[in-house]
Every structure is written in C-alpha cells, then in structure tokens.
C-alpha cells in the first residue's frame, strides 16, 4: 500500500510562488499515476494536475496551465507541484493522491496541505 505525505503549504502574497512536496513510500510507482487535487471551503474537490509516474507525461486543469507545473523525483519517490503567478482563487487544501494504470478512481490521499494566497 503507498503512503502519501505532502508538505509546502503556505501563506503566499498573489503572484507570489510555492512548491509543494509529496512523499511516496510502501512500493515502486511505476504502474501509478499521481495527482494534485485541492479543494477550497464550499466548493467540490477538483483535479489540478496528474502525471504519470513512468513517463512523466503531464496533464493540467486549464486555469492552472502556465503557471503550475508537476514532476517527480524518480529516485527519491518525490512528487512535486510547483506554483507560479499564484492568485487568490488558488487558495485551497491541496493533497496528492495516486491511482493505478487502468483504473479511473484515486485510491490513496494524503492528508492535504493548505495553500493561502493573500495580500
């Protein structure tokens, strides 16, 4: 079973950045894909980029495209979410979730991190 564990929330000024972190740990992911979703206070949970482990194809919600940026650290099990030109409405929990190749649904999650993005 993989573990998750995110880190770099914050309390950032608009059109600052931030770059979050998430720890992977319990087995290889070379079969997974991982996210980043987050989720604001009333609002649904959404998806704000995946990549899959193997080949690092990315993909991006489009009012984040250009301005955040998703990787992995192959060796250190490492994903990270990198957040540039940040604005207001990005302020949310942000978690990293992971889901195996062919299926559709995220089956392990972190435990989030907030992200504030405030003058």
């Known amino acids: 079973q993989v573990q998750l564990v995110e880190s770099g929330g914050g309390l950032v000024q608009p059109g600052g950045s931030l770059r979050l972190s998430c720890a992977a740990s319990?087995?290889?992911?070379?079969?997974?894909?991982m996210g980043w979703f987050r989720q604001a206070p009333g609002k649904d949970r959404e998806i704000v980029a995946s990549i899959r482990w193997s080949t690092g194809f990315a993909d991006y919600q489009d009012s984040v495209k250009g301005r955040f940026t998703i990787a992995r650290d192959n060796a250190r099990n490492l994903l990270y979410l990198q957040m540039n030109s940040l604005k207001p409405e990005d302020t949310a929990v942000y978690y990293c979730?992971?889901?195996?190749?062919?299926?559709?649904?995220?089956?392990?999650w972190g435990q989030g991190t907030q992200v504030t993005v405030s003058s």
């Open positions: 319990g087995r290889s992911l070379s079969n997974y894909i």
């Open positions: 979730a992971v889901r195996g190749l062919g299926t559709t649904m995220y089956s392990v």
